[in-house]
């Protein structure tokens, strides 16, 4: 559920920076930074659910997993602070998506097709 809330807000700020709605990323964007923090809660250690995507990896790299989760809350406390100080929002967009993209290709089991 936690990862469909981050999921949901993503697609939200996707939505409104391609819409030239900059001040429409700011609540998902503060919604992400303030979740994310959640995500070592999802996998401790011997940890493992049926439907889960979560690679192993995880939990034998928990440190470069949790500096993965730190800078996608980095970055969309930068999405915030561009879309309210006037600042390249599209930018900030491009490198929280760039982070998303590095840590599911690391730590998720793709989708079978």
Do not use: Q, W
């Not at 700020?13 to 700011?26: F, L, R, S, T, Y």
């Not at 599209?90 to 929280?96: D, E, H, L, P, S």
């Not at 760039?98 to 290709?105: G, Q, V």
């Amino acid at each position: 559920a936690l990862m469909e809330e981050i999921g949901a807000a993503a697609k939200k700020i996707n939505e409104a920076a391609k819409a030239g709605d900059m001040a429409a990323v700011i609540l998902p964007a503060e919604e992400i930074a303030r979740l994310t923090p959640r995500f070592g809660e999802l996998f401790p250690e011997g940890s493992t659910a049926p439907k889960s995507r979560a690679k192993a990896s995880i939990r034998t790299n928990p440190d470069e997993f949790e500096a993965y989760n730190e800078y996608l809350a980095k970055y969309a406390l930068a999405i915030a602070a561009a879309a309210k100080d006037g600042g390249n929002v599209k930018k900030a967009v491009k490198k929280m998506f760039k982070s998303c993209k590095s840590c599911h290709k690391k730590y998720r089991i793709p989708d079978e097709d």
